[in-house]
């Protein structure tokens, strides 16, 4: 009796383990490749699969993106800088039968391949290319590593560049050609300033010459603006054409008087001797009263 309960328990302890080796769940995102006796015979899941115990076997394989960080890369630029460079790449399994068959290591293969290829693309271009284009550079990386891992069954759906390590004598450099820029800037930016103004200027003037009287409001402009503020000193713009009026009638005031002189003082003025001048009628008179006595 006790060898029938033994024979029972061996009965169900190879039941279950027919089972648990026979039964497999799987996940939405696994899928099962199935091996029968060493060949490849179908792609199963997700849910629930039965094997065969010792006659197939079933290898999982997660369809989820995979985020995979490339290790520090030392990169030599075009123009001869050496720099680090890490970065980071997004992928997933698409075709789990290739990526499974064609590949010992799925993982490891895209590592070393996103590493080599980091280093491949960033050599061809310059230190700035690498600081301001990180887009196209990431954009050309994940191109390439599509391209070479479709064979695999894995598509690259994306590659990001993390940091770009530089050397304490580089970043200086750097620091110093940007603050160059900035400087040049700003003078291209003051030059346009006063270019700008000139022309403004140019046009004030011409409206202002054309109507004179503009040009006095103006000047009680000034004055009213220099009048608000807290100043003993007050400097009033003389124009130049005042100045020229009042050059032009100290002249005519000058002349005047040599006018009126008469022709003897402008014939003295000139060395010519002046005709005698007749007696006056009284004098006349007079000597010939002393003749007649």
């Known amino acids: 009796m006790i060898f029938d309960y033994i024979a029972y328990l061996v009965l169900a302890l190879l039941i279950v383990g027919f089972l648990a080796a026979a039964i497999r769940i799987l996940r939405e995102y696994e899928r099962g490749i199935v091996f029968t006796l060493g060949r490849f015979t179908g792609v ?13 076997q079933m290898v999982r394989v997660d369809l989820r ?13 075009r123009d001869n800088v050496s720099v680090k460079v890490n970065a980071v790449i997004y992928f997933r399994i698409v075709d789990p039968e290739r990526a499974i068959i064609k590949v010992e290591n799925y993982m490891a293969a895209t590592s070393q391949l996103a590493q080599t290829t980091l280093r491949s693309v960033l050599g061809k271009h310059e230190l700035d290319e690498m600081l301001a284009e990180r887009d196209r550079l990431n954009a050309d990386i994940q191109q390439i590593l599509d391209q070479q891992t479709d064979a695999w069954g894995i598509k690259v759906a994306n590659v990001e560049i993390k940091h770009i390590d530089l050397n304490e004598n580089m970043i200086r450099a750097i620091a110093k050609q940007a603050e160059a820029e900035r400087l040049r800037r700003a003078k291209v ?5 006063e270019q700008q103004a000139a022309e403004k200027l140019v046009e004030a003037g ?29 400097v009033f713009p ?20 040599r006018d009126a002189s008469g022709p003897q003082e402008r014939s003295r003025e000139a060395g010519v001797p002046s005709a005698p001048e007749p007696p006056a009628q009284g004098g006349r008179d007079a000597a010939e009263t002393a003749a007649v006595q």
């Open 44 to 56: 199963k899941g997700p849910g629930l699969i039965i094997l065969i115990p010792f006659v197939q």
């Open 65 to 77: 993106v995979i985020v995979q960080d490339v290790p520090p890369q030392d990169v030599i630029s």
């Open 189 to 193: 930016i003051n030059a346009e300033g």
């Open 206 to 234: 011409r409206l202002l010459a054309a109507e004179p009287q503009a040009m006095q409001l103006r000047y009680f402009a000034a004055l009213h603006d220099i009048a608000s503020e807290r100043s003993s000193t007050i």
């Open 238 to 257: 003389l124009p130049t054409d005042l100045l020229a009026h009042l050059n032009g009638a100290s002249e005519r005031q000058v002349i005047g008087p």
